[in-house]
T-cell receptor, first 110, second 114 residues
Framework: QKEVEQNSGPLSVPEGAIASLNCTYSDRGSQSFFWYRQYSGKSPELIMSIYSNGDKEDGRFTAQLNKASQYVSLLIRDSQPSDSATYLC??????????FGQGTILTVHP | EPEVTQTPSHQVTQMGQEVILRCVPISNHLYFYWYRQILGQKVEFLVSFYNNEISEKSEIFDDQFSVERPDGSNFTLKIRSTKLEDSAMYFCASEPAGGRETQYFGPGTRLLVL
């Protein structure tokens, strides 16, 4: 069974801090990785995609990929209360099928 | 900004009834997907669809499920005889050509089977 695992949290950080979310995957054939944000009762919203080893930055978000360690992470700088949500890590190995982790609940408190 | 839309937003049905969930993907996207999320659980892949054919389907997507793109805009998921365990949020997603699996999700249909 090809899995994506996330630390389920919940993760609580103060406003303005860095939130660090982690994800590991078991399928070495996975080539593409994604971070989605999901508010309660809503659909997943794409935040970042990453395909190559290293870091990718987009505003306050930085995704990191290490294929040798089968590890993906998301850093959120200057966390805001509006960032409070469940963050889903997903990987893809074939035909676009995304395999999701169980999500990490993030709470940013004022 | 273009969005994936889904109807209905909520559907309540009796066990054994057929339901059809509808999606309008983003215009010009070529790849289409259905996922489901049982309350409190992971988002699970059901099926992918490209060029009017199923590309891949999961073990969940058994003979009770079918998908169709009846025209140039709609993409439907049919469950022929619903079971209690089909109760979930169903998400449609679409992906542009060359999108490298960058999928955009619709708002979902919450299905409750009684």
């Amino acid at each position: 069974q090809k899995e994506v695992e996330q630390n389920s949290g919940p993760l609580s950080v103060p406003e303005g801090a860095i939130a660090s979310l982690n994800c590991t995957y078991s399928d070495r054939g996975s080539q593409s990785f994604f971070w989605y944000r999901q508010y309660s009762g809503k659909s997943p919203e794409l935040i970042m995609s990453i395909y190559s080893n290293g870091d990718k930055e987009d505003g306050r978000f930085t995704a990191q990929l290490n294929k040798a360690s089968q590890y993906v992470s998301l850093l959120i700088r200057d966390s805001q209360p509006s960032d409070s949500a469940t963050y889903l890590c997903a990987g893809s190995a074939s035909y676009g099928k995304l395999t999701f982790g169980q999500g990490t609940i993030l709470t940013v408190h004022p | 900004e273009p969005e994936v839309t889904q109807t209905p937003s909520h559907q309540v049905t009796q066990m054994g009834q057929e339901v059809i969930l509808r999606c309008v993907p983003i215009s010009n996207h070529l790849y289409f997907y259905w996922y489901r999320q049982i309350l409190g659980q992971k988002v699970e892949f059901l099926v992918s669809f490209y060029n009017n054919e199923i590309s891949e389907k999961s073990e969940i997507f058994d003979d009770q499920f079918s998908v169709e793109r009846p025209d140039g805009s709609n993409f439907t998921l049919k469950i022929r005889s619903t079971k209690l365990e089909d109760s979930a949020m169903y998400f449609c997603a679409s992906e542009p050509a060359g999108g490298r699996e960058t999928q955009y999700f619709g708002p979902g249909t919450r299905l409750l089977v009684l």
